[in-house]
Nanobody, 121 residues
């Protein structure tokens, strides 16, 4: 079992920045992928950015150049630095942990409860 907890959401003006954090605890597998997804009201959950335990990353096209995902393996923690935020990026941001890498996964995904990000215009 893995427990995932996000933090760092809040209210920011358009063009501003926020940094999200996500910590995983429990039965952590050395090869894993952690990342961020978001879900706006009435929309489906979508990928924002993910990072593997060896540092490989994948970003949604819409955030490339503005968002940066990073991780501290010793703390089983990932971070999402979000710059130049847009009002349309208002959503609940969820962190996900799963065993495996970008091309393969093992077992179930574990999700946090989400953290709200509101970008005002």
């Amino acid at each position: 079992q893995v427990h995932v907890v996000e933090s760092g959401g809040g209210l920011v003006q358009a063009g501003g920045s926020l940094r999200l954090s996500c910590a995983a605890s429990g039965s952590i597998f050395s090869i894993n992928t952690m990342g961020w997804y978001r879900q706006a009201p009435g929309e489906q959950r979508e990928l924002v950015a993910v990072i593997t335990s060896d540092g490989s990353t994948n970003y949604a096209d819409s955030v490339k150049g503005r968002f940066t995902i990073s991780r501290d393996n010793a703390k089983n923690t990932v971070y999402l630095q979000m710059n130049s935020l847009k009002p349309e990026e208002t959503a609940v941001y969820y962190c996900r942990y799963i065993r495996g890498g970008l091309g393969f996964t093992i077992g179930p995904a574990y999700w946090g409860q989400g953290t709200e990000v509101t970008v005002s215009s």
